[in-house]
T-cell receptor, first 114, second 113 residues
Framework: AQTVTQSQPEMSVQEAETVTLSCTYD???????LFWYKQPPSRQMILVIR??????QNATENRFSVNFQKAAKSFSLKISDSQLGDAAMYFC???????????FGKGTKLSVKP | NAGVTQTPKFQVLKTGQSMTLQCAQD?????MSWYRQDPGMGLRLIHY???????DQGEVPNGYNVSRSTTEDFPLRLLSAAPSQTSVYFC????????????FGPGTRLTVT
């Protein structure tokens, strides 16, 4: 069975600084997709970024980028120029190529200090 | 598009009561699912559906029932509520491909006393 592990329950970053959130996963599949979701205090789940396993190039969305290391099964999220609005829970998620269910990590709570 | 809608937003039940959490989407998505979120546990899959008339169990299905009679609606039924079912419930939908983004509803906070 696939598993997703986020080893940092909480992280803190100074406004305008850079922070990296860690995620590792375990799978025997070769075709899969990885996602980072943001959950602010409003509770709404918001997709931040996605990575296809077959793509070697790391995905980037504005201030958000990933470091995808397929051999190491690692999928970290880097947030550059952190803003107060980035404070939220961040969830790493896996979705296999043969079925559509998302498997989530337990989340990392990010605080941003002014 | 309204996206994914869930009702109610909040609910308090007594142990043993039954209720239905409603979920609807207007994006013609084939795939729909229900998750529960508990502190420190992330989101865990309860049930999912890959199309009208097709449902299957997820990681934590006990105590819940689902049906999918239309593409748009995917209600979650609590048969006999227990305090262990106190949680935040999310409905999500997506197109059928695994690469497709899952869109989440706003969640329902359920408390069982």
């Amino acid at each position: 069975a696939q598993t997703v592990t986020q080893s940092q329950p909480e992280m803190s970053v100074q406004e305008a600084e850079t922070v990296t959130l860690s995620c590792t996963y375990d799978t025997s599949e070769s075709d899969y997709y990885l996602f980072w979701y943001k959950q602010p205090p409003s509770r709404q789940m918001i997709l931040v970024i996605r990575q296809e396993a077959y793509k070697q190039q790391n995905a980037t969305e504005n201030r958000f980028s990933v470091n995808f290391q397929k051999a190491a099964k690692s999928f970290s999220l880097k947030i550059s120029d952190s803003q107060l609005g980035d404070a939220a829970m961040y969830f790493c998620a896996y979705r296999g190529g043969s079925q559509g269910n998302l498997i989530f990590g337990k989340g990392t709570k990010l605080s941003v200090k002014p | 598009n309204a996206g994914v809608t869930q009702t109610p937003k909040f609910q308090v039940l007594k142990t043993g009561q039954s209720m239905t959490l409603q979920c609807a989407q207007d994006m013609n998505h084939e795939y729909m699912s229900w998750y529960r979120q508990d502190p420190g546990m992330g989101l865990r899959l309860i049930h999912y559906s890959v199309g009208a008339g097709i449902t299957d169990q997820g990681e934590v299905p006990n105590g819940y029932n689902v049906s999918r009679s239309t593409t748009e609606d995917f209600p979650l039924r609590l048969l006999s509520a227990a305090p262990s079912q106190t949680s935040v419930y999310f409905c999500a939908s997506s197109k059928s491909a695994p690469s497709d983004e899952q869109y989440f509803g706003p969640g329902t906070r359920l408390t069982v006393t």
